[in-house]
């Protein structure tokens, strides 16, 4: 019971989010132009009619109340073409929006985190209605109109279903549609429009069926009729009705004879569904008339193509998965298997085969069903930018790349609050306080602020640039020595690491805390985040030219590809992508300090040595460092040789977090993020080739 | 799930109102280090033997490191280098026994596994002597005159004892 219920509370929160997320993209998009389209228009009100209903249906009285307003609001809207409205209005009505939007997502807020609604709305109901009011104020005539339309509507239901008067009309169509669809006016209209479409010269009756849900009955018990001038249009016509869905029968009835010149037929029900929205949803005739016909329709097949799945679940799945890729390989690797006679072994190898090819592709799919387009963050910042350019009054585009790039779901998540920051600081901080700031910069007076996706081989990169005020690395080495932050003489660091001070925690640059930013968490915070999740950020800026962050983050958590390499009896996992080199070297070669620390020389840079097993403290016969291999790896700006046993083989591995019982021994900071079980059944460490650098060297 | 909660709400309860009543609890008892333990079979998952484990670099040396359980992996702790004893070669008789303390998974290495046998935990007394380590939490002596040591999972599931 208990159980029904959450699912429903998860359901709701699940729908209501994403429509208020479409929500958000529409106005967002809309401002720009300052302009509503119709189909937004109609979209926001069904937006509206959803939330109001499933919010009433779940008892939440404050999200029912407030969409129900807004519903109201674009009825009108709606009714009125949103070219009615006068132009300041229309800010309005986007500052209005933007503010109902917040206040839904406040009380979506509410009960996501279980606690008690805002009971007391009645203020901001009130500043919707007061607007309402206002905008009707120059055309109050439109309860009137509604009136008559309703009127003429019952008049048209009387006349049951004697043929409409229309003298003109050399054939009619008369159409049933089946029993029980549902909104039968809209139904007929989409099939009027459809007809529209094609260039058919017609009428139609009841007339006014998209305007007035009272022809409804009159269309469930009467059916509607087309009125045609010609019989070309007729037969044309009787084409599209074909692959209309919902038709349950029509029939072609001549006025004079008032004879059925065809036996009635039968609409092909079982044709395949047709996305009727699609054409009603492009083509937009009179913005009036389609209004209400693609909202029903509109909505239709996106149903169809996605389920909201848990993400346990998937979890779930991708952890069997990857054990039965496992299982898979031990199976096919087994020793029993060389007692098999010749031919047998050689067609159990042939189905192995094909089973290894079908785990492939499980594995592939399992892995893509994590991973969800980028779009979602960026349209969040989309939001930002735009709250953000009023507040501070500057004139900033943002400008995005790349957003359809697919990142794992658990990356998504953890990636949107550093990437809100660092948009949040460069619109603050970065962007200048003026356009004429910017004029005399030489600069387009309006600034740009770039968001970029791309995947690059096993990574994704995201860059927020800015073409603002650029950093100066003079005032952050002064502010770092202000705080005490400088762990060097001034003059040693390099324009990189002056840069990289802003990552530092307790650094901000700024000297008063704003509303956006500056409290001192910035970038250490975006800095640690973006490690958590195995990323590495880096920022590049020119004084008076701008600045960009660049994140890279492993497409997925779930699954790497590492070298093995062996540690006396320990298999230890590297992830390739922090490999750059792997080499012998000769006693001759290595370096000493004074304190015996080994380093080698690599295409002209001195890199140090770590041996593992003796970071590990581990049993192995090769300590001598010719005997061994030398791995160069490089991790962030970090770059340094691990000393290793020997190589093993490269293999794509299920990363799986060490039991919790381990959090205590400090180990991920010690470079053991996590361990993976191989083909035999054994366990192997991965490493972490930034945290095993700082704890081996850095702490030194 | 909710049936071992029963249970264990049902134990809490025995232990509340069992002063001078019997309250018997089926046991494991094990052998390690040459002390015979004992502790709830409600906590045992499984017992395997003649199993890989895959040392863990840094930590304790009584952390034998993870093993591998049908694709799940869980650490393994012997027992006999928790009580401080010097390490004995693994053999066939070694077994690591699986617990379930409270949702933590984790596998004991003991010198060799015993039997089951029931066990009246009134007749428990604690240990008479003040001691750093706390791995054992109480004594018993059963009807073959044995005594045996009462293990303290909680304290070994908890992080307490390290």
Known sequence: MDNGMESMLDTYLYETNSLLDRLDEMLVADEETEDFSTDDVNEIFRIMHTIKGSSAMMEFGSLSTIAHRIEDLFFYIRDKGIS????????????????????LRGEVAKVESGSPLSENIDEFTAEIEGFLAKISGNGDSSQDEASTAGASGQTAAEDDSALPDDPQAACFIHIFLEEGVGMENLRAYMIVNALKEVGADFRYYPANMDTDSGTCQTIIENGFFLAFDSQENTSMAEDILKTQNHIHSYEIVEPAAKETTQPEAEAPA????????????????????????????????VKQSLISVNLSKLDSLVDIVGEIVITESMVTASPELSHLPRDSYDNFMQSARQLRKLTDDLQDISMSLRMVPIS????KMNRIVRDMKQKLNKDVRLTVIGENTEVDKTIIDSIQDPIMHIVRNSMDHGIEETAAERIAAGKDPQGELILSASHSSSEVVISISDDGYGMDAGKLLAKAREKGLLTKPESEYSQKEALGLIMLPGFSTNQTVTEYSGRGVGMDVVKKNIEAVGGTVSLTSELGVGTTITMSIPLTLAIVTGMKVTVGNSIFTIPISNIRQSFKVRNEEVVLDECGHEMVDRMGTFYPIIRLHRFYNLDTEITSIEDGILLWVEASDRSYCLFVDDLIDEQQVVVKSLPSFFNEFGL?????????????????????ILTLYMAAIETI | MSNQEETLVQN???????????????????????????LSTEY?????????????????????????VRGRIFPALDIRLCMGMPQLEYTNKTCIIMLNIDSTVLGIVVDSVQKVMDIDLNQVHPIPIKRRQKLLDGMVTVEDGRVLMSFDYKALASGQYN
């Open chain 2, 12 to 38: 809490v309860q025995d232990f509340g109102e069992s002063e001078g009543k019997q309250s018997i609890e089926r046991c494991l008892t094990f052998e390690s280090g040459g002390l015979v333990m004992f």
């Open chain 1, 84 to 103: 009615s409205l006068a132009h300041e209005h229309r800010k309005e009505l986007f500052n209005l929006m933007f503010r109902s939007e917040d206040q």
């Open chain 1, 668 to 688: 991920k900071n010690a470079g053991i993020t996590g361990c993976t079980i191989l083909g035999d059944g054994n366990i192997s460490i991965i490493l972490d």
């Open chain 1, 270 to 301: 079982a044709l395949p569904e047709q996305p009727v929205s699609a054409p009603a949803a492009k083509e937009a005739p009179a913005p009036k008339q389609e209004s209400g016909a693609a909202a029903p329709a509109s909505h239709a097949p």
């Open chain 1, 376 to 379: 979602g963050v960026f349209q």
């Open chain 2, 44 to 68: 045992v998952t499984e017992i395997i033997n003649d199993y890989p484990i895959t040392p863990i670099p840094l930590v304790p040396s009584f952390i034998k490191g993870v093993i591998n």
